[in-house]
């Protein structure tokens, strides 16, 4: 079903019917407030059982992270009426996630029809928000959102639904608590304006991002150069600074093709770009994946399919959208060096010395658009456990010459992205830890893009209900035994 228009412009004399309008945004947000009046059912009541452990009361569900996996969560746990919950974000309010920082693309790489944190609700979708602001006309005329749109839809979205983000706010530790009766509570670090603060949770959910688990993935040679000649394509880079030289990127995704045209852009004196392999990708894995079977189960598929599935999807890279290498394509000064991976690299007086398969170059500065580490071995929150985390290669023996050593690292998640021990028994607590980050692709498939969120995040607030529910059983047989209410109606018939 398509996505019905929510509001109706009015059209002003000369035909301007596009231009931005305050009152629109406003009309929509009470269009969504009439949708949920809909919804809302049974009518709002807390159900979730409150104890008291430290002085505190525990959070029923504590959200690390504010971009939009995070937002979807929390508005789908108020549909199921959990509202003990908080979101922190160490991003400043409208910094959260790769949008207004690290990615530097001019429109998102999804199509612009491309529904998600609505879960369904018309009056929630990009399009109604992006109709409402700009008009139905300018959606006809884009073919994919820009990015500051996205940006401010998914604050539109936080700020109508009223979710509870807290910005500025970083989580530094996690540690399992076993407290009687209440069971088992992670104690959670939380390190804001207001100091540092220690927050119980029942459960933790890491909203975390591409970057959340492992870290950034830097090739050898790179590491080898000192930390001021390098930067990956996900850390700030001072663009300025690159005007006059020769820059060096290495990967041929769609962020390596935005960030040299970026470079670019700021005046580089040249960028060469180097990848391993002879061509650029032409097919995108993404869009054959788009279809329910695949984005709503791919968690229940045995392990020897998912890992099949992964392996392809690695090693067929999706390509840099056209856009992004018309970017690069417009200067002279842009070069593609293809077959180049990189050997090794010296610094020397006159620059860095990239020795290649395909010869030797000079460049003064090198981006790394070569994606991210899925170990949760190099995130410093999960250290202190992480080895006892169980991953891919725990797990599952591929069949010879289907290895692959970067698989085995990703975290082997459970089907509600819960972590599992790698061995039974010695760390139970990983259960109540739900790792909704890039590092679950292996395990669940493509989840966390905007694709992905009406089908995971369902998934995981189904689990969330299901384990709050189910931890408390004795507590509800309890309550249920003293429910002594009278139906309205019934009390009024007896009474007659
Ligand atoms: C350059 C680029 C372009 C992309 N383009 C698209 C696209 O067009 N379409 C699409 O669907 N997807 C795209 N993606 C994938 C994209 O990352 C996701 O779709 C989207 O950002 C995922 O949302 P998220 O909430 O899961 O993670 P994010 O948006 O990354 O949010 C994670 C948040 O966690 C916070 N955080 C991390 N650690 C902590 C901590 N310890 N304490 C507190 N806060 C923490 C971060 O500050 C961040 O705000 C792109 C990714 C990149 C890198």
Partial sequence: MSATLPITRPSRPGGDAGIPSPSCLAELAERVAADLSHLDYPKARRWTLPRVVEGQEPLDVLVVGGGQSALTLAFALRQERIGNILVVDKAPRGREGPWTTFARMRHLRTPKAVTGPDLGIPSLTPRAWFEAKHGPDAWERITSIPRGDWNAYLLWFRDTLDLPVRNGTSVTAIEPVIVKPAGSLLRVTLSGPDGVEQRLTRKLVLATGQIGCGGLRIPAAVQALPRALYAHSAEDIDFTA????????????????????????????????????????????????????????????????????????????????????????????????????????????TGILAETERGDHEVDFVICGTGFDPDPAGSPLLVPFADRIARWGDRFTPPPGEESGRLARFPYLGPAFEFLEREPGTAPFLRNIHNFNGSAVASMGNSAGAPGLRFSVPRLTNALVRDLFVEDADAYYADFLAFKTPEPEKAAFRSA
């Fill in 242 to 349: 690159l005007a006059g030289r020769r820059v060096a990127v290495i990967g041929a995704a769609a962020s390596a093709f935005d960030n040299a045209a970026t470079a670019l852009e700021a005046g580089a004196a040249s960028v060469e770009m180097f990848i391993r392999r002879d061509t650029l990708p032409t097919i995108n894995a993404l869009y054959w994946m788009d279809f329910a079977g695949v984005m709503g189960h791919f968690a229940e598929l045995p392990d020897r399919h998912r890992w099949r599935f992964n392996r392809h999807f690695e090693s067929a890279p999706n390509p840099p959208p056209p856009t992004s290498v018309a970017r690069c394509t417009a200067f002279a000064n842009f070069h593609l060096r293809t077959g180049a991976a990189w050997r090794r690299a010296t610094v020397r007086p």
